[in-house]
Every structure is written in structure tokens, then in C-alpha cells.
């Protein structure tokens, strides 16, 4: 992160802020905290190499599809079930 951000511009570095203290964790008196969003959970590289699939888009085509099927975006509790039993 370090050599990054020396090699970034001024005007970039308000984001490289943001993710490293999301997704990395920051560094507080020499020791990095835990990121908000651990690399466990966004980092897809064991993914790749036991060929699973490196994104969500099978779940976004579901959700997709179902809204499609609904005919709204943000149906109610009701109308969700009422979608769910015909499909």
C-alpha cells in the first residue's frame, strides 16, 4: 500500500484510504486492523484455482428474473410469496 500510494496521484488518495480501510485494514501504531470486510471474504484467487466461479452473477440473474416475473422492483411480502408458489 505503501509503494502505491507514493505512486498515485494527490486526487487519488482519498480512495486508497477508503479501500485500504475496508478491504485491507488500516495501520494504527504499527499494526493493521482488521478490515471491515476481510480479504477472505472479497478475494476470489482459491476460487479461481479449485475452478469455482469467481462471481455473483448467477445470483443476479436470479434476482434478474424474479423481478421480471414480479413486475416490480420492490414488491411486497405478499406478492413475493404469491411470485414464489406460481414459479
Known amino acids: 500500500m ?3 500510494s507514493d505512486e498515485l496521484p494527490e486526487e487519488i488518495l482519498p ?3 477508503w479501500f485500504e480501510e475496508n478491504y485491507i485494514g ?3 501504531r504499527n499494526r493493521r486492523r ?3 470486510f ?3 471474504l472479497w478475494n476470489v484467487h ?3 484455482l479449485n475452478k469455482k466461479d469467481r462471481t455473483n452473477n448467477y445470483a443476479e440473474a436470479s434476482n ?3 423481478n421480471v416475473q414480479m413486475g416490480v422492483t420492490n414488491p411486497t ?3 413475493f410469496i404469491s411470485c414464489l408458489r406460481k414459479i
Request: aromatic share 4%; hydrophobic share 45%.
Open 2 to 4: 505503501d509503494i502505491l
Open 15 to 17: 480512495l486508497l484510504d
Open 26 to 28: 488500516s495501520v494504527h
Open 34 to 36: 482488521n478490515a471491515r
Open 38 to 40: 476481510p480479504p477472505n
Open 46 to 48: 482459491e476460487r479461481v
Open 64 to 66: 434478474r428474473r424474479l
Open 77 to 79: 411480502l405478499w406478492a
